[in-house]
């Protein structure tokens, strides 16, 4: 035949617009881009953005280039699910979030029906991996670990002082808060007051007023840090002067754009600052460069693409059993340093520590 018939030809064009050069692996971004904790949301894109990008620049994976799929989940457990929902039928491999544990819980199931492998930058509640879920990780610790150090400090330090823990009812800011409490009993230090609140509120008066009322001079808030602001801004303004301790979410400038001087001399829990390992130099530079601070869980969010990129890598497919071995049993060089995960997903070492906030800047203890 000396022609090809017109559905060979087409079948030629079809094969050729699929070129392996030109296929593409679809993974997902899930976090507040909108609502009360979009500036963390903002942080969390930032990091996949530019971990998608330097990963196609080197070739993708598996000689793919990676496509990012955003989701808004606005800090909403139902708008979280829709957001599963939607990256699910979309078709990805990959989810890297959600911000919140709340959101976290409320999309895991989701994700892992669907055989999706998940890694969260910033969910620390003890609970996520402890509901076996393989396909589950993240690259930050645990609440109950940083309570293990909130709970010791406060009991070396204040422990013949009126202590109050308050919390948000979130499970990120009433699981601190309990861990904290419960940990700081073991010690023999009692609380004088515990007691929840409602979070998003412009006046924390009410609250304010039993802090008064029990006489509390040190205050440990399990919360995120625009409410932790707020509370210690209008207890300064109302002459209270109790220390403010709290957990890893206050490392973020909106807490001393919002608190003012009077965030000045709180104490929290972080990790060892991302920005000042020695294998993020490079990317912290890159950031910079374009005007962008990476604070927060912005290094923990490349970091977490990394992870999985090698994963892939050394499992030479995207089969997500495949993957997930290969994330149980190898460790990763990421710009948090080498990462290894254990059984259930949490990472085999992390560490925190304390952090000052001292002129609208927390400095390391």
């Not at 293990?148 to 009812?169: E, M, P, T």
């Amino acid at each position: 035949m000396k022609s090809l018939s017109a559905a060979l030809r087409l079948l030629i064009v079809l094969l050729i617009s699929i070129s392996p050069s030109q296929a593409e692996i679809l993974i997902g971004f899930a976090g507040p881009l909108t609502g009360p904790r979009a500036w963390s949301g903002q942080q969390f894109q930032r990091g996949a953005e530019q971990a998608v990008a330097d990963i196609n620049t080197l070739g993708g994976v598996l000689g793919q280039r990676l496509t990012l799929m955003v989701g808004d989940d606005a800090s909403d457990a139902r708008q979280a699910q829709a957001v599963a929902r939607k990256l699910v039928a979309d078709g990805v491999s990959l989810v890297i979030g959600h911000r919140s544990s709340d959101m976290t819980n409320a999309a895991a199931s989701i994700y892992a029906d669907a055989g999706v492998i998940q890694i969260t930058p910033s969910s620390t509640n003890p609970a996520l991996t402890e509901k076996g879920i393989k396909t589950f990780f993240r690259v930050c610790g645990r609440d109950d670990q940083q309570a293990i150090l909130a709970a010791g400090h406060l009991h070396q330090h204040w422990s013949g002082k009126n202590i109050g823990i308050v919390h948000d009812g979130s499970s990120y800011g009433l699981g601190l808060a309990q861990s904290t409490r419960d940990l700081l009993n073991a010690h023999g230090t009692r609380e004088a007051l515990f007691l929840g609140f409602d979070p998003g509120q412009l006046d924390y008066g009410d609250l304010l007023s039993e802090v008064k009322s029990k006489g509390i001079e040190v205050l440990y808030i399990g919360a995120y840090s625009a409410e932790s602001a707020l509370i210690v801004r209008q207890a300064r303004d109302a002459g209270l002067d109790f220390q403010l301790v709290s957990g890893d979410a206050l490392h973020n400038s909106d807490f001393g754009l919002i608190a003012g001087d009077a965030g000045n001399g709180a104490h929290f829990t972080f990790d060892i600052d991302p920005r000042t390992r020695p294998a993020a130099k490079s990317i912290v530079q890159r950031f910079r460069a374009v005007g962008y601070e990476p604070e927060g869980y912005t290094i923990h969010t490349y970091a977490a693409l990394q992870v999985w990129t090698q994963a892939v890598e050394k499992a030479a497919t995207l089969e997500s059993d495949a993957v997930v071995k290969a994330m149980h049993s190898q460790s990763f060089d990421t710009v948090l340093g080498g990462l290894s995960f254990d059984e259930k997903g949490d990472l085999t070492q992390h560490v925190y520590t304390w952090y000052l906030w001292r002129d609208g800047v927390p400095t390391r203890q």
